[in-house]
T-cell receptor, first 114, second 110 residues
Framework: KAGVTQTPRYLIKTRGQQVTLSCSPISGHRSVSWYQQTPGQGLQFLFEYFSETQRNKGNFPGRFSGRQFSNSRSEMNVSTLELGDSALYLC?????????????FGQGTRLTVV | GQNIDQPTEMTATEGAIVQINCTYQTSGFNGLFWYQQHAGEAPTFLSYNVLDGLEEKGRFSSFLSRSKGYSYLLLKELQMKDSASYLCAVTNQAGTALIFGKGTTLSVSS
């Protein structure tokens, strides 16, 4: 059974640009969550999708957005990149209701904004 | 909302026992998770507690007291490979996502 796949693994972008990250969850999992991880702040929750609907959103500006497709794959987009957006972005998949599981993480996308 | 507190760093020696504490405040409790994350790698699941008490899994055990908003992860017979960050997480109020503490970095020395 394949794990959670995130692409790309590494990205370097310039301030002001936008970026799209992709996450393919474990087969059969319908819930996808996104996290930003930085040394000072730890894992911060961005948003969660289930059946193509955003169910929860963390405390991030509107520049951060996401979506989920009918095959449960998810993308997140960051527009007008700032230096402070440099971080490891992690995606986690869970089965979703009625019997939710622990979250399984992908290897992450390391974004560097210069 | 959720508030999760863990010590930032801990050190221990090989063969020893270490206890990593986690206190939490949450408006809706659906379980507490512990994850391990080695540097440069993804977090991996260690344990899940939804009822009070101790869950043992090999060298690792996790304890939960819901009335006290308290959990701990107990690591026995420490090995060098246990040097990692240990993350405590609770589900958000809707139960739809995990909210993490900032993690405890454990350094194991010989």
């Amino acid at each position: 059974k394949a794990g959670v796949t995130q692409t790309p693994r590494y990205l370097i972008k310039t301030r002001g640009q936008q970026v799209t990250l992709s996450c393919s969850p474990i087969s059969g999992h319908r819930s996808v969550s996104w996290y930003q991880q930085t040394p000072g702040q730890g894992l911060q929750f961005l948003f969660e999708y289930f059946s193509e609907t955003q169910r929860n959103k963390g405390n991030f500006p509107g520049r951060f957005s996401g979506r989920q497709f009918s095959n449960s794959r998810s993308e997140m987009n960051v527009s007008t990149l700032e230096l402070g957006d440099s971080a490891l972005y992690l995606c986690a998949s869970r089965t979703g209701p009625p019997r939710d599981t622990e979250a399984f993480f992908g290897q992450g996308t390391r974004l560097t904004v210069v | 909302g959720q508030n999760i507190d863990q010590p930032t760093e801990m050190t221990a020696t090989e063969g020893a026992i270490v206890q990593i504490n986690c206190t939490y405040q949450t408006s809706g409790f659906n379980g507490l998770f512990w994850y391990q994350q080695h540097a440069g790698e993804a977090p991996t699941f260690l344990s899940y507690n939804v009822l009070d008490g101790l869950e043992e899994k090999g060298r690792f055990s996790s304890f939960l007291s819901r009335s006290k908003g308290y959990s701990y992860l107990l690591l026995k017979e420490l090995q060098m490979k246990d040097s990692a960050s240990y993350l405590c997480a609770v589900t958000n109020q809707a139960g739809t996502a995990l909210i993490f503490g900032k993690g405890t970095t454990l350094s194991v020395s010989s």
